[in-house]
């Protein structure tokens, strides 16, 4: 600074003038260590400064109160900040003599995006308090001040971001200058060497550079060779690298008020008229001011970047880390921060919250939370859309809330709110003021000095975007263009005659004129105006000097500008502006400066026409915004103030209306903003880069689509109709103001067609945005980028007033369409988004067979299609209507078919002409109603050749109107041509759903069903297949009772085999019935568990009832085989009891006997007579008593009573299970059905439950996948079977019954469940064993008798199949050529055992074995007793005992630590050594399955032993029976197998025949001698 000192105003200590331009320090003692603050705008006063930082703080020095500093000691030497507008967002400042104003961005939502002043710059204390909760942190603001500061107005404010420096890592480490930039510079530390330029100050006249300034003598702590201003120069070459902008300036603005002057950067040359580019350089080259951070988070270092982007990404800064450096970007009139918070090189030492690099972008408002909050090293902040949130306490929500915004999370960009879109500059703003006021010049009304800045009310909500201060008067400019002004008057200056002129008042310009910059010197005022042309003109008012007053001319070299002094006019006083002529010939003047006794105004060159163009634009926006407001304020406000409107309107029209005015506000306030923003871009860069309209096109397009699609439905309800008579009331019979507004040039229009004029007036501008956007590209080559923006928003712009208008034309028919329409319907059929396509009045459309007097009228709208008689309608969505063309075959009749979800008619068309304007009208509406597009999309131009054919399969919702099965029911799903078809949903009024597939519009594929059980307020659920709308194939159905029953179902009835649970969980259900069903009864083979009785029922069935023949068993062991009659044992029957007691005779009830039959006790005894009373409870007998074995004659007569031959045969069990099996394969019944159909049937199975099992993968393990994938192969089934197709098929059979979505494996695991159902729990009964060993068989004959049809080739059971013969070479090895030829080998037999055994009995041998060990129990007891003793004995004994010969007595075993070839020779004490690994063959027995592995298992053993006999006898040997016998017999008792009777019995039973008479079948035979023979030993 330089001039005047002697108040301190230059903020240089101990000198009254500072002659040459000097640096001023502004720092920021708060932070640690003290940082200089960015400077963005300067102003002075006579006495005192005022500087406004990037942070948008106010800092102050000089003397007087107009500081509006707590103090009484002046002057005051440095930059203090005033503490009173702390926190909130300062936009501009101005300095009168002795006042000073400041410009204050309103309190709003967008203002807690800010992080916090921590403490009260009075007394230190914290103003927010956090408290820690566990996944957030609570904010409380109840901090109150002693000192008095006012904060009330602050506490909803969260202030600017708090930055810290980033921490000295050493001395020797400089702070570099931070460059700036206006387009994305490069990532940050990627530049130092453009950073490390030796920076200069350049004097006031260009001349020598004042010297560095030294650390210790400025009192701020830079870093090496760096002084407070970067070079100009190297500013210059960086700005030009990153963007290439020509259009920017260097030299800052300044206001010559008293007598100092000051730059906040010397840049360029200066001369005694500023520049207006203010924005591009900021003033210092510290990093940006950091606040003292919270003590809360002061110790942790922040490791995480937050990077937080504006949507319009302006650069990201170019210092290196480490430094906070500052990026203006040129947009408009005020500024955001962005806090982006990176790791930071030295974070790890540093104590600050990490690096902060604050970028700052002119126009762009902030847009963030708290940046880093830390509650215990974890982030507080939530992150919400696109921007971040807090959770506030309730208080500061409520200060923050206001009406019009949304309250804490900001809509993104785009959003509804244009003042929540960051980018466009605020039009809600506060005048504050604060000095001397002996004239009234802070505007409060009163003459009292104000020492702190006091907000001046009366001009909240007028929109203020501009103060200036003269020297006793102040003015301020509002977004629509009027001047507001008060203080002294003593000239004129204030632009009018009112008094007092303490309070503020409007400045008395001519209808029209439209006033954008203002400035005031001592005495006088200018203002910068659009008049009726392009050109600005400018007013002047105030004092006027005598003629003959220098007249000079300065230009800036190499800068675009021209500044232009004005001369000055002589006389003596203005009552109001008065219009200066010679204005005219500065042509384009972007601003006006007023200071002392001058005025300056700045004009530039006109390049290519393109400055006019930018004019042009302002001045039309502003122009326009004037229209909307008037239009707001005079017509629209007036009018919903109205006490009768809600009568008038009725509650549709009126919530329009109200939501229309809403629109056309944010509409008018969005063009403020623009305006606002425009008049800015003039004033600083005059670019087209910063132009929002470009980069913002979609909100602007947003805005109109939105506030058109609500006009438009205000129109169609006839709104503008209702309103008339309201606006008759209000603005009487003269609507001159209405038609001076709305622009209408008829005479004498009807007052609903002026509304109608005047609502639509804004749609206009749309045409005039284009037409100034394509003369703005003009300016440019047609290959430059502008020109392609500017372009491109054009034919936006046009395109969206061409769909508007198309929107107006749409809404005016419909509307002229409900005026001729009867009465009664149009009240249900009218609503605000339905338009009309076209109708049918003209008898255009007929219906086919129509009666001679019915009246058939059809209207098309955007969203149905109404079908209208005399009195009644039919309203058809359009989602689910189809319609196609009925071909004309010479019956000359034009007609097309419409079918809908419940009805299809035939529409007869007068011409082929209407037919196809039909047709197509329908299909579009169709097809756009089913894009989404329905209200919005205008309606496409009758002249599209294109034929739009909508999708016959489409997605829709619908409810069913008519009397049948759905009547109201409704349905959400796909559709095809009319019908449900595909995936839905289907809801029943009583509370039915059904979720599923569906099929020409029935229930078909799979499904769940719901329907709810009133009586015990419990849903029945069924989960399953269905059919032609029916319960139909597998199912699962749970009632609301408890019972779950899952199986066949058929016609919805439960029919097949399935499985019933009844009881509360299905854990502990007391009875489980498996079996067969026939419509819904049980009827056929089942097997009954009462698990309460603990009896257990297996046999036949008739409706629901035991009936034909079955078999019981308990719990105590009672078994009974017989017939069934009503449930009830009746008839013959066979009773055996636990200890083999048995009754073989009629019963009549339940375990009652009652007549004719014999009783067997265990020992053989027999009664023999009638019977009459229950089992167990004393029997009434009559008969006679006989003890067979006393008679050596009747010893062949031995009463044992064969089981089993009144029971229901293997055969006729399960019959419907393989009857399931059968109808998957396609065969009516078993056998009968085409071999390829059965495989086409299979794959179909597979593909459809992997297609089905995909929608839910965690149901399949991978190696079941890949199980399923190999069985989509079908393998080879026609031709004959070699052994290598068998193989193929086996294999192929063992997948198969691996997984249930194969018909196979589904028969194999139901066959496992049924098995396992009957014979575990109370069904293993030894007396079931031969039961059990039969079913096991039919199962196997059966399967056979499947897999047969599937491989039609492979022979009957015993067939068999030939080896593959070779040929004689392949026979003759090297060696044996003179070797008789071998005979030729026998083939394979096969068998359904061989196949299909091992994969059958793994699954089924629990029960199955569990069966033989209880039947061969005692004998198994006597086995194992003789195998323990005899084990006692040491192996020489036991094989002399068994009588094995001496030659075969192993002389020495494999020692058990063998050193090289050493034996251990066996002794007589030796134990279980011989035949050792024979034994351990043997013993795996037990771990096999099948009998083939167990006989294999036994042929290993044979083999083992031969091989050490071998090894004895060194030479080879052939074993007679009765050598072999006494070995293998010690081998057996030697491996101890438990359960050897069951091991041998079921080997015995499940043998495959052919191997009987086998070598296998003497190696059985010989064990299961071995296991008699030692039952028997007698041991002496």
Same mark, same amino acid.
């Given at each position: 600074?330089?001039?005047?000192?002697?108040?301190?105003?230059?903020?240089?200590?101990?000198?009254?003038?500072?002659?040459?331009? $000097?640096?001023?320090?502004?720092?920021?003692?708060?932070?640690?260590?003290?940082? $200089?603050?960015?400077?963005?705008?300067?102003?002075?006063?006579?006495?005192?400064?005022?500087?406004?930082?990037?942070?948008?703080?106010?800092?102050?020095?000089?003397?007087?109160?107009?500081?509006?500093?707590?103090?009484?000691?002046?002057?005051?030497?440095?930059?203090?900040?005033?503490?009173?507008?702390?926190?909130?967002?300062?936009?501009?400042?101005?300095?009168?003599?002795?006042?000073?104003?400041?410009?204050?961005?309103?309190?709003?939502?967008?203002?807690?995006?800010?992080?916090?002043?921590?403490?009260?710059?009075?007394?230190?204390?914290?103003?927010?308090?956090?408290?820690?909760?566990?996944?957030?942190?609570?904010?409380?603001?109840?901090?109150?001040?002693?000192?008095?500061?006012?904060?009330?107005?602050?506490?909803?404010?969260?202030?600017?971001?708090?930055?810290?420096?980033?921490?000295?890592?050493?001395?020797?480490?400089?702070?570099?200058?931070?460059?700036?930039?206006?387009?994305?510079?490069?990532?940050?530390?990627?530049?130092?060497?453009?950073?490390?330029?030796?920076?200069?100050?350049?004097?006031?006249?260009?001349?020598?550079?004042?010297?560095?300034?030294?650390?210790?003598?400025?009192?701020?702590?830079?870093?090496?060779?760096?002084?407070?201003?970067?070079?100009?120069?190297?500013?210059?070459?960086?700005?030009?690298?990153?963007?290439?902008?020509?259009?920017?300036?260097?030299?800052?603005?300044?206001?010559?008020?008293?007598?100092?002057?000051?730059?906040?950067?010397?840049?360029?040359?200066?001369?005694?008229?500023?520049?207006?580019?203010?924005?591009?350089?900021?003033?210092?080259?510290?990093?940006?001011?950091?606040?003292?951070?919270?003590?809360?988070?002061?110790?942790?270092?922040?490791?995480?970047?937050?990077?937080?982007?504006?949507?319009?990404?302006?650069?990201?800064?170019?210092?290196?880390?480490?430094?906070?450096?500052?990026?203006?970007?040129?947009?408009?009139?005020?500024?955001?921060?962005?806090?982006?918070?990176?790791?930071?090189?030295?974070?790890?030492?540093?104590?600050?919250?990490?690096?902060?690099?604050?970028?700052?972008?002119?126009?762009?408002?902030?847009?963030?939370?708290?940046?880093?909050?830390?509650?215990?090293?974890?982030?507080?902040?939530?992150?919400?859309?696109?921007?971040?949130?807090?959770?506030?306490?309730?208080?500061?929500?409520?200060?923050?809330?206001?009406?019009?915004?949304?309250?804490?999370?900001?809509?993104?960009?785009?959003?509804?709110?244009?003042?929540?879109?960051?980018?466009?500059?605020?039009?809600?703003?506060?005048?504050?003021?604060?000095?001397?006021?002996?004239?009234?010049?802070?505007?409060?009304?009163?003459?009292?000095?104000?020492?702190?800045?006091?907000?001046?009310?009366?001009?909240?909500?007028?929109?203020?975007?501009?103060?200036?201060?003269?020297?006793?008067?102040?003015?301020?400019?509002?977004?629509?263009?009027?001047?507001?002004?008060?203080?002294?008057?003593?000239?004129?200056?204030?632009?009018?005659?009112?008094?007092?002129?303490?309070?503020?008042?409007?400045?008395?310009?001519?209808?029209?004129?439209?006033?954008?910059?203002?400035?005031?010197?001592?005495?006088?005022?200018?203002?910068?105006?659009?008049?009726?042309?392009?050109?600005?003109?400018?007013?002047?008012?105030?004092?006027?000097?005598?003629?003959? $007053?220098?007249?000079?001319?300065?230009?800036?070299?190499?800068?675009?500008?021209?500044?232009?002094?004005?001369?000055?006019?002589?006389?003596?006083?203005?009552?109001?502006?008065?219009?200066?002529?010679?204005?005219?010939?500065?042509?384009?003047?972007?601003?006006?400066?007023?200071?002392?006794?001058?005025?300056?105004?700045?004009?530039?060159?006109?390049?290519?026409?393109?400055?006019?163009?930018?004019?042009?634009?302002?001045?039309?926006?502003?122009?326009?915004?004037?229209?909307?407001?008037?239009?707001?304020?005079?017509?629209?406000?007036?009018?919903?103030?109205?006490?009768?409107?809600?009568?008038?309107?009725?509650?549709?029209?009126?919530?329009?209306?109200?939501?229309?005015?809403?629109?056309?506000?944010?509409?008018?306030?969005?063009?403020?903003?623009?305006?606002?923003?425009?008049?800015?871009?003039?004033?600083?860069?005059?670019?087209?880069?910063?132009?929002?309209?470009?980069?913002?096109?979609?909100?602007?397009?947003?805005?109109?689509?939105?506030?058109?699609?609500?006009?438009?439905?205000?129109?169609?309800?006839?709104?503008?109709?209702?309103?008339?008579?309201?606006?008759?009331?209000?603005?009487?019979?003269?609507?001159?103001?209405?038609?001076?507004?709305?622009?209408?040039?008829?005479?004498?229009?009807?007052?609903?067609?002026?509304?109608?004029?005047?609502?639509?007036?804004? $749609?206009?501008?749309?045409?005039?945005?284009?037409?100034?956007?394509?003369?703005?590209?003009?300016?440019?080559?047609?290959?430059?980028?502008?020109?392609?923006?500017?372009?491109?928003?054009?034919?936006?712009?046009?395109?969206?007033?061409?769909?508007?208008?198309?929107?107006?034309?749409?809404?005016?028919?419909?509307?002229?369409?409900?005026?001729?329409?009867?009465?009664?319907?149009?009240?249900?059929?009218?609503?605000?988004?339905?338009?009309?396509?076209?109708?049918?009045?003209?008898?255009?459309?007929?219906?086919?067979?129509?009666?001679?007097?019915?009246?058939?009228?059809?209207?098309?709208?955007?969203?149905?299609?109404?079908?209208?008689?005399?009195?009644?309608?039919?309203?058809?969505?359009?989602?689910?209507?189809?319609?196609?063309?009925?071909?004309?075959?010479?019956?000359?009749?034009?007609?097309?078919?419409?079918?809908?979800?419940?009805?299809?008619?035939?529409?007869?068309?007068?011409?082929?002409?209407?037919?196809?304007?039909?047709?197509?009208?329908?299909?579009?509406?169709?097809?756009?109603?089913?894009?989404?597009?329905?209200?919005?999309?205008?309606?496409?131009?009758?002249?599209?050749?294109?034929?739009?054919?909508?999708?016959?399969?489409?997605?829709?919702?619908?409810?069913?109107?008519?009397?049948?099965?759905?009547?109201?029911?409704?349905?959400?799903?796909?559709?095809?041509?009319?019908?449900?078809?595909?995936?839905?949903?289907?809801?029943?009024?009583?509370?039915?759903?059904?979720?599923?597939?569906?099929?020409?519009?029935?229930?078909?594929?799979?499904?769940?069903?719901?329907?709810?059980?009133?009586?015990?307020?419990?849903?029945?659920?069924?989960?399953?297949?269905?059919?032609?709308?029916?319960?139909?194939?597998?199912?699962?159905?749970?009632?609301?009772?408890?019972?779950?029953?899952?199986?066949?179902?058929?016609?919805?009835?439960?029919?097949?085999?399935?499985?019933?649970?009844?009881?509360?969980?299905?854990?502990?259900?007391?009875?489980?019935? !498996?079996?067969?069903?026939?419509?819904?009864?049980?009827?056929?083979?089942?097997?009954?568990?009462?698990?309460?009785?603990?009896?257990?029922?297996?046999?036949?069935?008739?409706?629901?009832?035991?009936?034909?023949?079955?078999?019981?068993?308990?719990?105590?062991?009672?078994?009974?085989?017989?017939?069934?009659?009503?449930?009830?044992?009746?008839?013959?029957?066979?009773?055996?009891?636990?200890?083999?007691?048995?009754?073989?005779?009629?019963?009549?009830?339940?375990?009652?006997?009652?007549?004719?039959?014999?009783?067997?006790?265990?020992?053989?005894?027999?009664?023999?007579?009638?019977?009459?009373?229950?089992?167990?409870?004393?029997?009434?007998?009559?008969?006679?008593?006989?003890?067979?074995?006393?008679?050596?004659?009747?010893?062949?007569?031995?009463?044992?009573?064969?089981?089993?031959?009144?029971?229901?045969?293997?055969?006729?069990?399960?019959?419907?299970?393989?009857?399931?099996?059968?109808?998957?394969?396609?065969?009516?019944?078993?056998?009968?059905?085409?071999?390829?159909?059965?495989?086409?049937?299979?794959?179909?199975?597979?593909?459809?439950?992997?297609?089905?099992?995909?929608?839910?993968?965690?149901?399949?393990?991978?190696?079941?996948?890949?199980?399923?994938?190999?069985?989509?192969?079908?393998?080879?089934?026609?031709?004959?079977?070699?052994?290598?197709?068998?193989?193929?098929?086996?294999?192929?059979? !063992?997948?198969?019954?691996?997984?249930?979505?194969?018909?196979?494996?589904?028969?194999?695991?139901?066959?496992?469940?049924?098995?396992?159902?009957?014979?575990?729990?109370?069904?293993?009964?030894?007396?079931?064993?031969?039961?059990?060993?039969?079913? !096991?068989?039919?199962?196997?004959?059966?399967?056979?008798?499947?897999?047969?049809?599937?491989?039609?080739?492979?022979?009957?059971?015993?067939?068999?199949?030939?080896?593959?013969?070779?040929?004689?070479?392949?026979?003759?090895?090297?060696?044996?050529?003179?070797?008789?030829?071998?005979?030729?080998?026998?083939?394979?037999?096969?068998?359904?055992?061989?196949?299909?055994?091992?994969?059958?009995?793994?699954?089924?041998?629990?029960?199955?074995?569990?069966?033989?060990?209880?039947?061969?129990?005692?004998?198994?007891?006597?086995?194992?007793?003789?195998?323990?003793?005899?084990?006692?004995?040491?192996?020489?004994?036991?094989?002399?005992?068994?009588?094995?010969?001496?030659?075969?007595?192993?002389?020495?075993?494999?020692?058990?630590?063998?050193?090289?070839?050493?034996?251990?020779?066996?002794?007589?004490?030796?134990?279980?050594?011989?035949?050792?690994?024979?034994?351990?063959?043997?013993?795996?027995?037990?771990?096999?399955?099948?009998?083939?592995?167990?006989?294999?298992?036994?042929?290993?053993?044979?083999?083992?032993?031969?091989?050490?006999?071998?090894?004895?006898?060194?030479?080879?040997?052939?074993?007679?029976?009765?050598?072999?016998?006494?070995?293998?017999?010690?081998?057996?008792?030697?491996?101890?197998?438990?359960?050897?009777?069951?091991?041998?019995?079921?080997?015995?039973?499940?043998?495959?025949?052919?191997?009987?008479?086998?070598?296998?079948?003497?190696?059985?035979?010989?064990?299961?001698?071995?296991?008699?023979?030692?039952?028997?030993?007698?041991?002496?």
């Amino acid at each position: 600074m330089w001039g005047d000192n002697g108040s301190g105003q230059c903020g240089l200590l101990g000198l009254s003038t500072v002659p040459n331009p $000097t640096p001023v320090a502004v720092v920021d003692s708060d932070t640690s260590p003290p940082q $200089t603050v960015p400077v963005l705008e300067l102003a002075c006063g006579e006495q005192h400064t005022l500087a406004l930082s990037v942070q948008r703080e106010v800092w102050t020095w000089g003397s007087g109160c107009q500081l509006g500093l707590n103090t009484a000691i002046f002057p005051v030497w440095k930059p203090q900040k005033v503490e009173h507008l702390a926190g909130r967002y300062v936009l501009q400042v101005a300095c009168g003599a002795s006042h000073s104003l400041a410009l204050v961005r309103c309190l709003g939502p967008q203002d807690i995006h800010r992080p916090p002043v921590d403490k009260c710059r009075q007394c230190n204390q914290l103003l927010y308090t956090m408290t820690d909760k566990e996944d957030h942190v609570i904010i409380s603001d109840s901090h109150y001040c002693p000192l008095g500061v006012e904060l009330t107005e602050d506490e909803g404010r969260l202030e600017a971001p708090a930055l810290t420096q980033g921490l000295k890592t050493s001395p020797s480490e400089p702070d570099l200058p931070s460059h700036t930039s206006t387009s994305p510079a490069p990532d940050p530390s990627s530049d130092p060497s453009q950073d490390l330029e030796r920076d200069e100050s350049v004097s006031a006249n260009g001349g020598q550079p004042a010297s560095d300034s030294d650390p210790s003598k400025g009192g701020v702590v830079l870093g090496a060779k760096s002084s407070l201003y970067p070079d100009e120069q190297a500013v210059k070459d960086y700005l030009k690298k990153l963007s290439d902008n020509t259009q920017t300036e260097h030299t800052a603005k300044a206001t010559a008020g008293g007598l100092h002057t000051l730059l906040p950067s010397v840049g360029g040359l200066t001369s005694s008229t500023p520049s207006s580019a203010i924005n591009n350089l900021v003033a210092s080259c510290a990093s940006a001011v950091g606040e003292r951070v919270a003590s809360t988070y002061e110790a942790l270092s922040l490791k995480k970047m937050m990077n937080f982007y504006l949507p319009s990404g302006p650069a990201r800064s170019g210092g290196p880390a480490g430094l906070a450096s500052v990026v203006p970007c040129v947009l408009g009139d005020n500024t955001t921060e962005r806090v982006r918070q990176e790791d930071s090189l030295q974070a790890k030492k540093s104590s600050s919250t990490g690096d902060i690099r604050e970028e700052e972008a002119e126009g762009l408002r902030r847009r963030l939370s708290l940046p880093g909050l830390l509650s215990q090293g974890r982030y507080a902040v939530h992150l919400l859309s696109s921007s971040y949130t807090l959770l506030l306490s309730p208080r500061l929500l409520r200060k923050a809330g206001r009406p019009r915004t949304r309250a804490v999370a900001l809509t993104p960009l785009g959003g509804a709110v244009p003042e929540a879109q960051e980018v466009f500059p605020t039009l809600q703003t506060e005048v504050w003021s604060w000095g001397h006021c002996e004239h009234g010049q802070l505007g409060h009304g009163d003459s009292l000095a104000r020492l702190q800045p006091l907000c001046i009310k009366s001009l909240n909500n007028k929109e203020v975007v501009r103060v200036a201060a003269g020297a006793h008067h102040s003015l301020a400019l509002t977004a629509q263009s009027q001047v507001f002004s008060w203080g002294s008057n003593s000239c004129g200056q204030l632009g009018h005659m009112e008094s007092p002129s303490t309070i503020p008042r409007l400045a008395k310009m001519s209808e029209g004129i439209r006033v954008w910059d203002v400035s005031a010197g001592e005495r006088h005022t200018l203002l910068l105006a659009d008049g009726d042309c392009i050109q600005p003109i400018i007013y002047y008012s105030g004092q006027q000097v005598k003629e003959g $007053t220098e007249d000079s001319q300065a230009k800036q070299p190499g800068q675009q500008e021209e500044g232009e002094e004005e001369e000055q006019r002589a006389g003596g006083y203005t009552q109001q502006p008065v219009l200066l002529p010679f204005c005219m010939n500065l042509r384009y003047v972007s601003s006006v400066f007023a200071g002392g006794q001058r005025c300056v105004a700045l004009s530039d060159r006109n390049v290519m026409g393109f400055i006019a163009s930018l004019h042009e634009l302002a001045s039309a926006e502003r122009k326009f915004y004037c229209k909307l407001s008037n239009i707001k304020t005079q017509i629209v406000r007036p009018l919903l103030e109205l006490e009768s409107l809600s009568s008038a309107l009725g509650q549709v029209s009126l919530g329009l209306l109200q939501t229309l005015a809403g629109r056309f506000s944010l509409l008018c306030h969005l063009t403020g903003q623009h305006a606002a923003s425009l008049t800015a871009n003039l004033r600083r860069s005059r670019d087209v880069k910063s132009l929002l309209v470009l980069d913002h096109a979609s909100i602007f397009l947003d805005s109109y689509l939105e506030y058109c699609c609500i006009l438009g439905n205000f129109h169609v309800m006839g709104g503008f109709q209702t309103l008339t008579k309201p606006s008759l009331d209000l603005f009487g019979k003269s609507p001159e103001q209405l038609q001076r507004l709305s622009e209408c040039s008829e005479e004498n229009p009807a007052m609903a067609d002026l509304l109608v004029a005047l609502f639509y007036l804004p $749609t206009r501008h749309l045409h005039e945005y284009g037409r100034l956007l394509l003369k703005l590209a003009t300016c440019f080559e047609v290959c430059s980028s502008e020109y392609q923006r500017l372009q491109d928003s054009c034919s936006k712009f046009e395109a969206l007033a061409l769909q508007l208008k198309r929107k107006k034309k749409d809404a005016e028919y419909t509307f002229h369409f409900w005026k001729s329409f009867p009465g009664k319907m149009t009240d249900s059929l009218r609503k605000p988004h339905r338009r009309l396509i076209c109708e049918s009045s003209n008898k255009a459309l007929t219906l086919q067979n129509a009666g001679r007097f019915s009246v058939n009228w059809f209207i098309l709208f955007n969203d149905t299609l109404v079908h209208a008689q005399f009195s009644t309608h039919h309203v058809f969505p359009l989602a689910t209507l189809w319609v196609e063309p009925i071909p004309e075959e010479n019956t000359g009749l034009y007609g097309l078919k419409v079918i809908t979800p419940e009805e299809t008619f035939t529409l007869l068309a007068s011409s082929p002409m209407e037919k196809a304007k039909w047709l197509r009208s329908i299909n579009q509406a169709v097809d756009q109603v089913l894009s989404g597009a329905g209200q919005d999309s205008a309606s496409t131009n009758s002249g599209s050749g294109q034929k739009l054919e909508p999708p016959i399969s489409r997605t829709a919702p619908y409810t069913f109107y008519k009397d049948g099965r759905l009547k109201e029911a409704t349905y959400e799903g796909r559709w095809l041509t009319g019908k449900p078809n595909g995936r839905g949903v289907l809801k029943w009024p009583d509370g039915r759903i059904y979720t599923g597939a569906f099929k020409n519009g029935l229930e078909d594929g799979f499904g769940e069903f719901i329907a709810p059980n009133k009586t015990l307020n419990k849903n029945d659920h069924y989960q399953g297949h269905w059919k032609d709308g029916k319960m139909h194939g597998l199912g699962t159905y749970r009632y609301a009772s408890g019972e779950v029953y899952d199986g066949s179902f058929q016609d919805s009835m439960r029919h097949g085999h399935g499985m019933l649970r009844s009881g509360k969980l299905n854990t502990s259900s007391p009875s489980v019935f !498996i079996g067969q069903w026939l419509q819904d009864k049980k009827t056929g083979y089942g097997v009954f568990d009462d698990i309460t009785k603990g009896e257990k029922y297996m046999g036949m069935w008739q409706d629901h009832l035991r009936q034909g023949t079955g078999v019981v068993v308990t719990q105590f062991g009672l078994y009974y085989e017989g017939a069934f009659k009503d449930n009830k044992m009746m008839g013959t029957g066979v009773l055996v009891s636990e200890d083999d007691t048995t009754y073989e005779g009629e019963f009549s009830d339940d375990w009652t006997l009652n007549g004719k039959g014999v009783l067997t006790m265990a020992n053989g005894d027999y009664l023999e007579g009638s019977f009459n009373g229950e089992w167990g409870s004393g029997l009434k007998v009559v008969g006679s008593y006989f003890k067979p074995h006393l008679f050596d004659t009747d010893k062949d007569k031995t009463r044992a009573v064969k089981l089993g031959r009144l029971c229901v045969s293997a055969e006729d069990k399960w019959q419907a299970v393989f009857e399931e099996c059968w109808t998957q394969l396609g065969c009516e019944a078993p056998g009968r059905g085409e071999n390829w159909k059965a495989w086409e049937n299979i794959a179909v199975a597979l593909t459809t439950s992997r297609r089905h099992i995909q929608d839910s993968p965690e149901v399949l393990s991978r190696s079941h996948s890949r199980t399923l994938e190999s069985l989509e192969v079908i393998p080879q089934h026609v031709g004959p079977i070699t052994m290598e197709r068998y193989h193929t098929i086996r294999l192929y059979l !063992i997948k198969a019954c691996d997984t249930p979505l194969h018909p196979l494996g589904r028969l194999v695991e139901t066959l496992v469940a049924v098995y396992r159902m009957t014979y575990v729990g109370v069904g293993a009964n030894r007396r079931l064993l031969p039961q059990a060993v039969n079913e !096991i068989k039919s199962y196997l004959s059966r399967i056979y008798q499947i897999v047969r049809f599937l491989f039609p080739d492979l022979p009957e059971e015993g067939g068999l199949i030939p080896e593959p013969t070779t040929t004689l070479q392949d026979k003759k090895e090297p060696g044996s050529t003179d070797a008789p030829l071998e005979s030729p080998k026998p083939g394979r037999v096969v068998s359904s055992s061989a196949l299909l055994l091992p994969v059958l009995l793994p699954r089924l041998y629990p029960p199955l074995f569990t069966l033989y060990a209880l039947d061969k129990e005692k004998e198994d007891d006597v086995y194992w007793d003789c195998v323990l003793r005899l084990n006692k004995q040491p192996d020489l004994a036991l094989l002399a005992f068994l009588g094995v010969q001496q030659k075969f007595w192993p002389v020495s075993i494999p020692a058990s630590k063998p050193a090289l070839g050493e034996k251990q020779q066996v002794l007589s004490s030796t134990k279980d050594a011989c035949f050792a690994s024979a034994v351990e063959t043997l013993q795996q027995i037990s771990t096999t399955f099948t009998p083939s592995d167990k006989l294999q298992v036994i042929q290993l053993t044979f083999e083992e032993i031969t091989q050490e006999v071998q090894s004895l006898l060194k030479q080879d040997f052939l074993w007679s029976m009765d050598d072999l016998f006494p070995v293998f017999l010690y081998v057996v008792l030697r491996a101890r197998i438990r359960n050897l009777g069951s091991e041998v019995s079921l080997i015995e039973d499940l043998m495959d025949p052919c191997v009987q008479h086998g070598e296998h079948g003497i190696m059985f035979t010989t064990l299961k001698a071995c296991y008699y023979q030692i039952q028997h030993e007698k041991i002496t």
